[in-house]
Nanobody, 121 residues
Framework: QVQLVESGGGLVQAGGSLRLSCAAS????????MGWYRQAPGKQREMVAT???????NYAYSVKGRFTISRQNAENTVYLQMNSLKPEDTAVYYC???????????????WGQGTQVTVSS
């Protein structure tokens, strides 16, 4: 069974920083693209940042220059460094990983349970 577990959320003032972590565990064969998504109350879930296995990154326009995604392949972990946080960054942040488990025929996307980030003005 595969699990993605996020940590690092919390309450921070506008302009502050937080670092989110997501560790994948279980019978993992390979992890491909990993990413962070967020969902604010009353809004749809949106992509924040993604990173491929070889380190290519993609960011939502709203976070470019403020957030940095990185990963440690050996530890099946992905990070999101969030700087210059704004109240509109308030949301539940979810980790997503596309991976192969148990040498299965196909790869699947797995989600973490989410971690709350609240930015006060």
């Amino acid at each position: 069974q595969v699990q993605l577990v996020e940590s690092g959320g919390g309450l921070v003032q506008a302009g502050g920083s937080l670092r989110l972590s997501c560790a994948a565990s279980g019978s993992i064969t390979s992890i491909y693209t990993m990413g962070w998504y967020r969902q604010a109350p009353g809004k749809q879930r949106e992509m924040v940042a993604t990173i491929t296995r070889n380190g290519s990154t993609n960011y939502a326009y709203s976070v470019k220059g403020r957030f940095t995604i990185s990963r440690q392949n050996a530890e099946n972990t992905v990070y999101l460094q969030m700087n210059s946080l704004k109240p509109e960054d308030t949301a539940v942040y979810y980790c997503r990983g596309v991976l192969n488990a148990n040498y299965a025929y196909a790869n699947y996307a797995y989600w973490g349970q989410g971690t709350q980030v609240t930015v006060s003005s």
